[in-house]
């Protein structure tokens, strides 16, 4: 499976601007620049996106160990926020609530920890992993 987005930027860091467009349309000509991304500016920017990224594969990952054990899910939240220090990106931070049927806290931690290590975003990354995970 191969999946692909498309960025096109005009003009200088600063001043500049951009859009992103995904293959499957769900983003399409969706803008971004030096101040969505640094400061308080209209459109994404790429860490938002990683963001998404990993909280979304994460997400998914966990609950196909959680339904592979026989728990039922209610539901699962994950936040992501993404530490970018100095131009590089020291941390991936998840915070998970999920109301899961009959499993135990235990268990839901080791499937945490599972899903973390696991999930191809996680795979990708090269920083540190943080989640802090709450049974509801």
Same mark, same amino acid.
């Given at each position: 499976m191969k999946r692909y987005a498309t960025a096109v930027w005009k003009g200088t860091l600063k001043e500049g601007a951009g859009h992103l467009s995904t293959q499957s349309g769900t983003l399409e000509n969706t803008q971004?620049?030096?101040?969505?991304?640094?400061? +308080?500016? #209209?459109?994404?920017?790429?860490e938002e996106l990683v963001a998404a990224?990993?909280? *979304? /594969?994460?997400?998914?990952? !966990?609950?196909?160990?959680?339904?592979?054990? *026989?728990? +039922?899910?209610?539901? @699962?939240?994950?936040? /992501? #926020? @993404?530490? !970018? !220090?100095?131009?590089k990106i020291i941390s991936s931070n998840l915070a998970v609530h999920a109301k899961i049927k009959g499993i135990s806290n235990e268990a839901f931690q080791e499937l945490v920890t599972k899903a973390e290590e696991n999930c191809p975003i996680s795979k990708l990354f090269d920083t540190e992993i943080n989640t802090v995970a709450t049974l509801i």
């Open positions: 971004y620049s030096f101040k969505s991304r640094f400061e +308080e500016g #209209v459109g994404t920017n790429p990224a990993h909280s *979304g /594969c994460f997400t998914m990952q !966990l609950s196909a160990y959680i339904t592979g054990d *026989g728990f +039922e899910i209610e539901s @699962i939240e994950t936040k /992501c #926020v @993404i530490d !970018l !220090l100095d131009g």
